[in-house]
């Protein structure tokens, strides 16, 4: 599965830039951004650091890389990577393609299967 990826750095005004994020962005995306598959937002609550480098995380997923850049050419997907831009009031965002690589450990026999591996491993 690959993925658009966009990171947002702290905006000037959070609240301004929510606004604008929730009420035109969000919908652009959903209505623009042909062959998406899923989309995730991430809002950074805290940080180890005094404040956070990056406000928001987006995650835009497409079944294949094929149908990623069919979207990023296409009219809506332009229009829409330039709002994200328009918006980002904190710097420019980081726009990234990657491919996503995930392990779920909600079911009990993935959790447990993993556990006897560690059990079992030899030190290193």
């Known amino acids: 599965m690959v993925k658009l990826v966009v990171i947002y750095p702290h905006p ?55 149908a990623l850049e069919a979207c990023a050419a296409s009219d809506g997907g332009k229009q829409t990577l330039a709002h994200a831009v328009q918006i980002s009031s904190g710097g420019l965002p980081i726009i990234m393609v990657a491919e996503e690589e995930s392990s779920d450990f909600s079911e009990p026999a993935l959790v447990d299967s993993c556990q006897a591996d560690l059990i079992q491993a030899p030190p290193a």
């Open 12 to 66: 000037d005004d959070v609240a301004a830039f929510e606004n604008i994020y929730q009420t035109e962005h969000v919908p652009l995306a959903v209505a623009k951004l042909a062959g998406k598959t899923r989309m995730v937002g991430t809002r950074a609550l805290g940080s180890p650091q005094s404040v956070s480098p990056f406000y928001r995380i987006v995650e835009v997923h497409f079944p294949s890389m094929a």
